[in-house]
């Protein structure tokens, strides 16, 4: 066997930090670390970000309507010409006349009068308006996607958790059961309804680890990283309230800067300049022209054999009047009276979806509250139920299925606390998206509430317990039941029924006198 070539104290010195850099843990992003590398990966708002540029470019055509327009003209012209004497002298004749023609110009026009180009100058300035109001809700969107995939995460990983934590305890219940059941203690009820739950635990912890790949793949496609670790809740959980605690105060407030019923304003404004468009159909246009023109003809012209240039300076006012055209103008104003009552409508349907859609994310961010406190009380009661069964089955007076339901119910409450904590963090941002005011700063609240600077988790990782505070050991295949043999049953011979005799009909001492 040939030997093993050694490694230069170079190459194994790297090879050493590569193996100790893999052995370092994860490091996790915050909230605004996956924020901003969604905004330069994610296509919908990459998209949203190019249509709003191409909006603006688009907004500011219109004011090429009311500058100058100036152009420059250069031609060159090669005429070959035959002269036919009809009359006089030289009758019949036929005299070849070819010379060249070279110009060169510059000409201007500037609108004096022109209604409707100000008009389309001025719906561009409401059309980059509106553009900016779209590519506002597109950053809103992708704060509440990105926020809600990174809890999604984050809860799932805490599901993973808490099904782990349970598997142990229930491993815990079924080793008891069964040791209750060797010594005579118990009965082989307890340790198959153990076991029973224990089998749907392990598919519950099948189900959860699942839903966790999914829910990263998620993330990691919306950021643009893989393997995107977000960092949990930190320890004591500090939920952030919305303020003002007054729910009119927030529907005022969307009326007001919401971008969408801004966008539906501007387009309230559009149409009534496109009204104002449409009457210009009547009014007359005032144009200033200015040119300056040189054209020469070295050989002559079909009228002289001598070679000129002629140099023009024009300056002139062009007015056009309409007159008559076909009423397309009338009903063309018909048209746009009838898109500005559109455009009234659809604004003021816009409200009334704005409207409601605050007062149901307020409502649900107060209930979602509401919810957590009850959940954090049901947490310590559940928490004590569980207690008081542990207790009770081994003084004897509770059985192992009260234990296994307490267990049950404790994790499942845990579960849900976890989640109505997400749900009402996202409920912040969410009831800020339907007011309209969701920027940056209301993520960096959000972001505050993470684990950082060695602050604990809220739900403790998923993770291998540690070596020095071994957990008890969980069984990889279930542990296997002991037989039992089946209890002699006697037949079922009952003796015949014997029927009871008639009693002996009653005397009558007096009878009654008829």
């Not at 049901?378 to 339901?405: C, F």
């Amino acid at each position: 066997m040939p030997p093993r070539p050694r490694l230069s104290p170079l190459s194994a010195a790297l090879a050493s930090l590569f193996a100790a850099l893999l052995a370092l843990p994860a490091q996790g992003q915050t909230l605004n670390e996956l924020y901003d590398s969604a905004r330069g990966f994610d296509a919908t708002y990459q998209g949203a970000r190019a249509q709003y540029d191409a909006s603006v470019a688009r907004a500011a055509q219109a004011k090429a309507g009311i500058l100058p327009a100036v152009g420059l003209t250069a031609g060159v012209t090669r005429s070959d010409i035959d002269i036919d004497t009809l009359t006089g002298a030289g009758r019949g004749t036929t005299t070849p006349r070819d010379f060249n023609t070279q110009n060169v110009g510059i000409n201007a026009t500037q609108p004096l009068y022109r209604p409707a180009n100000w008009a389309t100058y001025e719906q561009g300035k409401r059309q980059a308006e509106i553009a900016q109001a779209v590519f506002t809700v597109a950053e809103q969107d992708l704060i509440v996607r990105v926020s809600q995939a990174y809890f999604d995460v984050l809860a799932s990983q805490d599901s993973l958790a808490l099904v782990r934590a349970q598997k142990v305890a229930v491993a815990e219940q079924l080793a008891s059961a069964k040791r209750n059941f060797e010594v005579g203690t118990s009965t082989i009820t307890d340790s198959r309804e153990a076991q029973a739950r224990y089998d749907l635990v392990i598919a519950q912890e099948i189900a959860a680890e699942n839903d966790l790949q999914v829910k990263k793949v998620v993330l990691d496609q919306l950021v643009g990283r893989p393997g995107s670790v977000p960092v949990p809740l930190a320890v004591p959980v500090v939920l952030p309230t919305a303020l003002p605690a007054d729910i009119n105060a927030w529907v005022a407030q969307a009326d007001t800067v919401h971008p969408a019923i801004q966008q539906a304003r501007l387009g309230v404004d559009v149409a009534g300049l496109e009204v104002e468009k449409a009457k210009a159909g009547h009014k007359p246009t005032l144009d200033a022209n200015l040119g300056y023109n040189v054209t020469r003809n070295p050989t002559g012209t079909t009228t002289s054999t001598v070679g000129t240039r002629v140099n023009a300076t024009t300056v002139g006012v062009v007015f056009n009047m309409p007159l008559f055209a076909g009423f397309a103008t009338e009903n063309r104003i018909k048209e746009t009276l009838a898109l500005e009552d559109q455009s009234r409508s659809v604004l003021e349907g816009t409200r009334r979806n704005v409207a409601q859609a605050t007062r149901a994310a307020y409502l649900g961010l107060v209930s979602g509250a509401g919810q957590v406190k009850a959940l954090e009380a049901a947490e310590a009661s559940s928490q004590s139920a569980l207690d008081a069964n542990r207790l009770g089955y081994q003084v004897g007076v509770r059985i192992n299925i009260d234990v296994l339901n307490s267990q049950s119910q404790l994790f499942q409450t845990k579960r849900d606390l976890a989640q109505a904590r997400y749900n009402v963090l996202l409920g912040n941002l969410k009831l800020r998206q339907a007011n309209g005011t969701l920027t940056t700063d209301d993520m960096n609240a959000i972001n505050a509430t993470l684990a950082s600077n060695g602050s604990v988790p809220a739900v403790p990782p998923a993770t291998a317990p540690d070596r020095g505070n071994p957990a008890p050991a969980v069984p990889v295949a279930p542990p296997s039941i002991p037989v039992i043999p089946p209890v002699p049953v006697q037949p079922f011979n009952p003796p015949a029924p014997t029927m009871p005799t008639a009693p002996v009909p009653p005397v009558i001492l007096n009878p009654p006198v008829r």
